[in-house]
């Protein structure tokens, strides 16, 4: 794998930019349990104690650095697909900035323009959110991490929803939310979905009231878009025509599941009216599945038996104007 990594970072050439000087390419993938291999505190979650070198996961550097390649390949290959690589990358369950610096430098995305956008979260885990994004296509204007809360109950032990504004090459701003909402534990978990949802909605609804046409939420919902409902009515759902097809992002006992999605501010699908949402199903992260018909996607460890794989999510792309 490691030769291949490098015959991609040798034969990779960066596209011509004048082709798509208009638009944004658009990446989220949630990286699973993208941890590095050190116990950086005394009181480390349970999480981060796993993935280290001596934790019961033996999480090595060299383990690390084989996610980090796979990773860069993987942006590699949706470049030679798309024509670029992601101007806009969200990411989920990353430990720290600390692991994306890593990511950017220990690859062939080192020759690339990336800057990081990251906040720690209270996530119990120990993972957050975060975004990268190309320095020269995009100028950050503001960032911040935004809690889950509503008014009856205080914020939630959770991944925080993350807003980043830029200002494009063009002159117009768009903003980015980041999300990772809470995990499924049977019907008793899901007010704490529709209490991020919730909170979504009123950002939303915020931006839009200021004056913000360009918006774009997405990320990693753990739940379908017949459960979003309510939030797509103010804002477009891409990922429902697709999910009505029966595609998904991540498989659950032999069927495919779309949590992973990209919404848009109407103003934007307006400007935008052949705007698809893609899943990306990378050829050499993809694997038989043995257990139910066709494939999945290649995990880091397959319950305890380190396989090599990124996660158990395909990651999502848009390109808009």
């Not at 349970?46 to 383990?63: Q, V």
């Not at 590699?76 to 369950?93: K, M």
């Not at 534990?185 to 529709?194: F, L, N, Q, V």
């Not at 360009?214 to 919902?221: E, L, R, S, Y």
Request: charged share 25%; proline share 5%; aromatic share 10%.
């Amino acid at each position: 794998m490691l030769v291949s990594l490098l015959i991609a970072a040798i034969l990779w050439r960066e596209p011509q930019e004048a082709a798509r000087e208009d638009s944004l390419f658009l990446m989220f993938w949630n990286l699973e349990n993208f941890f590095d291999w050190r116990r950086d505190t005394v009181l480390a979650s349970s999480s981060e104690a796993e993935f280290t070198s001596l934790g019961k996961r033996h999480w090595t550097k060299r383990k690390f650095v084989r996610k980090c390649q796979a990773i860069a390949k993987s942006l590699l290959w949706t470049a030679d697909e798309q024509g670029s690589l992601p101007d806009v990358f969200g990411v989920a369950e990353v430990e720290s900035e600390k692991v994306l610096e890593l990511l950017l430098k220990e690859t062939a995305l080192r020759r690339q323009d990336y800057g990081i956008v990251h906040y720690d979260s209270p996530d119990p885990r120990g993972i957050d959110v975060a975004l990268l994004y190309r320095k020269r296509r995009l100028k950050l204007l503001d960032s911040k991490p935004l809690r889950i809360s509503n008014d009856s109950l205080p914020p939630l032990l959770t991944r925080d929803i993350l807003l980043v504004s830029f200002r494009r090459e063009g002159g117009d701003s768009i903003t980015f939310l980041v999300n990772h909402h809470p995990s499924k534990y049977g019907s008793s978990s899901d007010w704490r979905r529709e209490a991020a949802m919730a909170r979504l909605e009123t950002i939303t609804d915020s931006l839009l009231a200021s004056g913000w046409k360009n918006i774009v939420a997405m990320g990693d919902f753990n739940d379908t878009p017949g459960s979003t409902s309510e939030y797509s009515k103010k804002m477009v759902n891409l990922a429902a025509p697709l999910a009505a097809r029966g595609q998904g992002t991540i498989k659950y006992s032999g069927r495919w599941e779309m949590i992973d999605m990209f919404f848009i501010s109407p103003f934007l699908a307006k400007r935008n009216p052949a705007a698809r949402m893609k899943v990306e199903k990378i050829p050499f992260l993809m694997v038989k599945d043995n257990t139910h018909s066709g494939e999945k996607p290649l995990r880091t460890f397959t319950g305890p038996r380190y396989t090599g794989g990124v996660s158990d999510h395909c990651p999502i792309t848009l390109v808009i104007r």
